[in-house]
């Protein structure tokens, strides 16, 4: 596992943007995900029929997750496959996402995405202000976002 891989893990949301076979790009929220490994994101299919419809057509796609508090994440870029319950593996896969969901949703399908590239994501203030410590930076996301943390 490399530093960066875990880095955005306390992200609550990805981001998936497909593309159709029409060319129209289309992005959507997925909060039922697991960051697996390096090579490994999946994703459950719940309410996402959009998706899975330009990932048959067209399985190039870009995830991005971020940490909203320390202002930073992950562009992830792969090849997914959508697998259905029948499908080879799809238990396996679909393991740590029914860990997430309990009995709440029913998971249609299991987006299974090969990451070939990951990239980080910084908010400008790493860039611009790199003397700014990641206790400054989440106090600033706190004040922005109106939330107190729980230790505090
Ligand atoms: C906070 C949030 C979390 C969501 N998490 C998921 C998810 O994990 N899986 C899913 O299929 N849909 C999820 N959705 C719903 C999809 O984003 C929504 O149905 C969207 O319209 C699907 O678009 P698509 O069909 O283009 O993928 C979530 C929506 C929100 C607002």
Redesign the pocket.
Known sequence: MTRDFKEAEHAV?CW?A?VGADNRP????????ADLDPDRLV????????????IRANPAVCVSLIDVFLQRGHKIEGTAEVLAPEAPGFAELAAPLLAMTGDA?PI?HVISVSVTRRTPILAPSYLFHPDRSEAELRADAHRTYGVRPLSE
């Open positions: 949301l998936l497909t289309n992005v959507s929220p997925k909060e039922i995900y994703i459950a299919d719940i309410a996402s029929g959009g998706s899975v419809r330009n949703f249609r």
